[in-house]
């Protein structure tokens, strides 16, 4: 399908079409209303100097705010977020959405 996407192209209508199916694909995160306005986001694009995300969540979890962190990982010879994370004894990476 990238092949294609990549050699074809895609229309607006084809754009937003994949893009309305991934959204709605899998399950929803709902957060609890007590947490509105404190719910952040720290997006990475890897690299080997990936390092701001492993300080900064801590730090923005300390002053209140909820940091989900939905992360990936194999980011090529680098490694993902949760790649550097598992490399910590005892930390685990795959919480259930309950946790």
């Known amino acids: 399908m990238l092949m294609a ?3 074809r192209g895609m229309d607006a209508g084809e754009t937003l079409a994949l893009s309305r199916a991934m ?3 899998g399950r929803a995160l709902a957060w609890p209303p007590a947490w ?3 719910v952040v986001d720290k997006h990475s ?3 080997v100097g990936d390092k701001v995300s492993l300080a900064l969540a801590p730090a923005l979890a300390a002053c209140g705010c909820k940091v989900p962190m939905i992360s990936g990982r ?3 010879h680098t490694g993902g977020t949760l790649d550097k994370l598992e490399a910590i004894p005892g930390f685990r990476v795959s919480l259930s ?3």
Do not use: A, Q
Request: proline share 6%; aromatic share 0%; no cysteine.
């Open 45 to 47: 694009t890897g690299g």
């Open 74 to 76: 194999g980011l090529g």
């Open 5 to 7: 996407i990549r050699l």
């Open 23 to 25: 959204t709605t694909s």
């Open 97 to 99: 959405p309950e946790e």
């Open 36 to 38: 509105h306005g404190l």
